[in-house]
C-alpha cells in the first residue's frame, strides 16, 4: 500500500467514524423572529452551514417564508441549496404542496404547533432536528429528521457536505407531505 492509499484509507475511517458517532443526536434551534428576506437568513447563526442540523433548521425557515412570499422562500432555499438551485419541477412541487391554503404545513415543525390550535407555533419559534442509526450511512450525505406536530413520526430531510469547505446544503426534503387537518378547516372537528 503506497503513502497516498494509507493517507487516503486514513481519511475514509475518520469520515466512517464521525458518520457513526452521529448516532442518535437532537439538537434544538431557538429564533425570536423568523427571517423575513435572504439577507435576515443569512444574519442567523446558523447561517454558517457547519453542520447538517444547522440547515436542515434553516430549511424550515426558508419554507416557512416561501409559504408567505413565494419570490424571498426561492431566494432562501437556492441560497441554503449552494451549486444546485432548485430546477422548474422542483419549484412546481412546492407550488402544489401549497395549494388549497395549506400554508401551515412548515409551520407543524415548530415546537408547540398542533392540529388543534391551528398550527400556531409557541414563540420564540423552536425547531427540533434529530438523526438516527441511518443518517450518516451515505459518505457526504447526512439524513435527518424533524419531529411534526400533525404526523406520528418525523419526516426526512437530507444534506450534502461540500467538499471544498464543509458546509452542508440541502439536497432533498421531504417536509411539505400531508398532515392532520388543522382544527379550523376540519369540519368533522
Same mark, same amino acid.
Not at 59 to 76: E, K, N, P, S
Given at each position: ?5 494509507k ?23 431557538t ?10 437568513l443569512?444574519?442567523?447563526p ?7 442540523f444547522?440547515?436542515?433548521?434553516l ?10 412570499? !413565494? +419570490?424571498? #422562500?426561492? $431566494?432562501?432555499l437556492?441560497? /441554503?441549496?449552494?451549486?444546485?438551485? *432548485?430546477? &422548474? ?15 401551515y404545513l ?6 408547540g404547533?398542533?392540529p388543534?390550535?391551528?398550527?400556531t ?38 444534506? !450534502? +457536505?461540500? #467538499?471544498? $469547505?464543509?458546509?452542508?446544503? /440541502?439536497?432533498?426534503?421531504?417536509? *411539505?407531505? &400531508? ?9 368533522w372537528?
Open positions: 500500500m503506497s503513502i497516498f492509499d493517507l487516503k484509507h486514513s481519511a475514509m475511517d475518520t469520515v466512517m467514524t464521525a458518520a457513526s458517532s452521529m448516532g442518535n443526536k437532537s439538537e434544538t434551534f429564533f425570536p423572529a423568523l427571517p423575513e428576506s435572504l439577507a435576515q443569512q444574519a442567523l446558523e447561517a454558517s452551514l457547519d453542520t447538517p444547522q440547515t436542515a433548521a430549511t424550515v425557515l426558508a419554507l416557512c417564508a416561501y409559504a408567505a412570499d !413565494r +419570490q424571498i #422562500g426561492l $431566494d432562501m437556492n441560497w /441554503l441549496r449552494g451549486p444546485r438551485p *432548485l430546477n &422548474g419541477q422542483e419549484i412546481s412541487f412546492l407550488n402544489d404542496r401549497f395549494r388549497d391554503g395549506k400554508t412548515p409551520f407543524t415543525y415548530f415546537v404547533s398542533t388543534d390550535n391551528n398550527y407555533p409557541t414563540q420564540p419559534y423552536t425547531i427540533r432536528v434529530e438523526s438516527s442509526h441511518v443518517s450518516g450511512e451515505e459518505q457526504g450525505y447526512m439524513k435527518l429528521f424533524i419531529p411534526c406536530g400533525g404526523a406520528d413520526d418525523p419526516r426526512p430531510i437530507k444534506m !450534502r +457536505q461540500r #467538499g471544498s $469547505d464543509g458546509k452542508w446544503f /440541502l439536497w432533498e426534503q421531504y417536509l *411539505l407531505t &400531508g398532515v392532520r387537518t388543522p382544527k379550523a378547516a376540519d369540519p372537528a
